[in-house]
């Protein structure tokens, strides 16, 4: 069973930076696609930006093109996820989640929301001052 658990988030100026974490562990790992996903209230969880472990091929939102890196720490077995000039729409928890999606098309299909995530996180609140 793969356990994600997420650090990082809190209070971020409006155009500032953050960096979010996930280590995740059990499982097979390198067969996953991981991710992140942010929800406010009222609002679907929408995807933000996802990896695919075993080809490193990355998938972003539009809302955060240009602006979010999402990369893999192999040492410390961790997804991160880099966000700059934040805006007030990017205030949101956010969530790690985890698909059995080794595949393009597969993580594709996880991206696109046509495929499930398998595993989540607990979630971490970012907030973003103006």
């Known amino acids: 069973q793969v356990q994600l658990v997420e650090s990082g988030g809190g209070l971020v100026q409006a155009g500032g930076s953050l960096r979010l974490s996930c280590a995740a562990s059990?499982?097979?790992?390198?067969?996953?696609?991981t991710g992140w996903l942010r929800q406010t209230p009222g609002k679907e969880r929408e995807f933000v930006a996802a990896i695919n472990l075993s080809d490193d091929n990355t998938y972003y939102a539009d809302s955060v093109k240009g602006r979010a890196t999402i990369s893999r720490d192999n040492a410390k077995n961790t997804v991160n996820l880099e966000m700059n000039n934040l805006k007030p729409d990017d205030a949101a928890v956010y969530y790690c989640?985890?698909?059995?999606?080794?595949?393009?098309?597969?993580?594709?299909?996880?991206?696109?929301?046509?495929?499930?995530?398998?595993?989540w996180g607990q979630g971490t609140q970012v907030t973003v001052s103006s």
């Open positions: 059990g499982g097979t790992v390198s067969s996953l696609t």
């Open positions: 989640a985890a698909a059995r999606a080794p595949t393009t098309v597969q993580a594709l299909a996880v991206v696109r929301g046509l495929r499930p995530w398998n595993y």
